[in-house]
């Protein structure tokens, strides 16, 4: 007798044909219709140039890969920070939090032409913008966990003598770390936007720069290949950030997690 698959096995081998399907499904769908490339062009057509233009993608890979990996983690520094000295003081609050709602509200692309103007064309400006695009989700998740902290916890800590600095770093903390990692799954995907913006506009190299490029040569399939090698690097690094969270806040047990060894 066959042993049954487990339910977690079974759900990822259910998402992955359904993710085979989607493409077998969008390659027939171009084929029975005649839909040309430079409409949309079909998954083998996509396939085929990142096999032939790989060794000249690999570097403008690499490079939205660093310039991205730099602006997150300068992004999530800052957020951290940022977070922290909001959910900490009220006086912070009161000043700091208006500052982010209104700069996060200014569109990025509307800062970009100031980084060039103060950094100059290239990396940094990339970097800057790709920071400043995923602070904001940090800086409000870190300081709802630690809003988040019961006072009363709070309250029986300093009669035991537990001074502020103490609370923060043994309670407020550890807390904090389920919304930090879902905030960190956001700003990974929002730092690619930043990063692929920023090369369009002011860089010479990276995925943005070459699908820039194909697209005014009217090359769509190469647009498109350069679309896919995004999705793959944001797909990986948010697998990455999932285990990482996984690691730190194994505590923390999530509903799904409940659902799987219940079933």
Excluded at 140 to 168: C, F, H, M, Q, Y
Excluded at 221 to 240: D, K, Q, S, T
Excluded at 255 to 262: C, N, P, R, V
Aim: with cysteine; aromatic share 8%.
């Amino acid at each position: 007798m066959k042993a049954a698959l487990s339910p977690v096995l079974r759900q990822r081998l259910l998402s992955a044909l359904a993710l085979v399907g989607f493409f077998v499904l969008w390659e027939l769908v171009c084929l029975a219709f005649g839909v040309s490339d430079l409409v949309l062009p079909r998954p083998s057509q996509i396939a085929a140039v990142l096999l032939e233009k790989m060794p000249l993608l690999w570097a403008h890979t690499a490079q939205t890969l660093y310039t991205t990996l730099a602006g997150f983690a300068l992004g999530v520094l800052a957020g951290v920070v940022i977070g922290v000295a909001i959910g900490s003081s009220r006086m912070a609050y009161d000043v700091a939090y208006p500052l982010m709602v209104g700069f996060s509200s200014i569109p990025k692309v509307a800062v970009v032409p100031l980084f060039v103007v103060w950094f100059g064309a290239g990396t940094v400006p990339a970097v800057l913008t790709s920071m400043v695009i995923c602070i904001f989700p940090v800086v409000v998740n870190v300081a709802t966990g630690l809003a988040s902290t019961e006072p009363e916890l709070e309250d029986v800590l300093r009669v035991l003598g537990a001074r502020k600095r103490d609370i923060l770093w043994n309670v407020g903390l550890p807390r904090t770390m389920p919304y930090l990692f879902a905030s960190l799954k956001i700003a990974i995907t929002l730092s690619f936007v930043g990063t692929v913006l920023a090369e369009t506009v002011a860089s010479n190299k990276g995925i943005g720069t070459v699908m820039m490029i194909a697209s005014g040569n009217f090359d769509v399939p190469m647009v498109f290949a350069g679309l896919f090698l995004l999705a793959a690097m944001g797909v990986m690094l948010y697998a990455i950030s999932s285990l990482a969270e996984r690691r730190v806040t194994g505590w923390a047990q999530r509903k799904t997690d409940l659902a799987a060894s219940g079933a």
